[in-house]
């Protein structure tokens, strides 16, 4: 088991930093997808404040199936295009949605949630999975958020799938 200590306090650009670098070491050598997807949510559960879920939806047989995930449970399938993670999949760009309520089709699997960031996992220009975070405040996301966790996918992808 890795020993991982990041500081929640240090400016975003460094957390991310540090946050992407555990995420990569948690993944090293491990081929299987779930395992590092279930650790990767886990790790960003302990060290991001101010969520609600962290998780993966995998893309099989063109929708989008529940994975591993940190938080109350969820919708399990969810169709390419609908929702913020519909969205995420259909298009292969970010969300980043500062007031879920307003997202047209958005799909409520907490009432909790407010805001949500949901990052594409891309594979040979395909979409094989999503990262979805969700937050009960308004507006949690910030462009570094968007930022570091799309570094933080980016930096994994060739474990998760
Ligand atoms: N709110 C999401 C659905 C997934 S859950 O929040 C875990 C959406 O609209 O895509």
């Not at 975003?12 to 540090?18: G, L, P, R, S």
């Not at 990569?24 to 081929?31: F, K």
């Not at 040979?124 to 999503?130: C, E, L, N």
Request: charged share 20%.
């Amino acid at each position: 088991m890795l020993d991982i200590t990041i500081d929640k306090d240090q400016p975003a650009a460094e957390f991310y930093a540090d946050l992407t670098s555990s995420a990569a070491a948690l993944v090293d050598g491990e081929p299987d997808a779930i395992a590092n997807m279930a650790n990767v949510a886990a790790l960003i559960w302990q060290y991001v404040p101010g969520l609600n879920w962290a998780g993966f939806y995998r893309v099989i047989d063109s929708e989008l199936v529940l994975g591993p995930f940190q938080g109350k449970t969820a919708c399990i399938r969810i169709a390419i295009g609908a929702g913020v993670c519909g969205a995420a999949a259909a298009t292969g760009d970010v969300q980043r949605v500062a007031d879920v309520h307003a997202f047209p089709g958005h799909i409520a699997c907490d009432a909790d949630s407010r805001s949500e960031l949901v990052v594409p996992v891309m594979k040979d220009g395909k979409v094989i999975a999503v990262l979805d975070l969700d937050s009960p405040l308004p507006d949690r996301f910030t462009p570094a958020d968007e930022a570091g966790m799309t570094a933080l996918v980016g930096a994994i992808t060739n474990n998760l799938g």
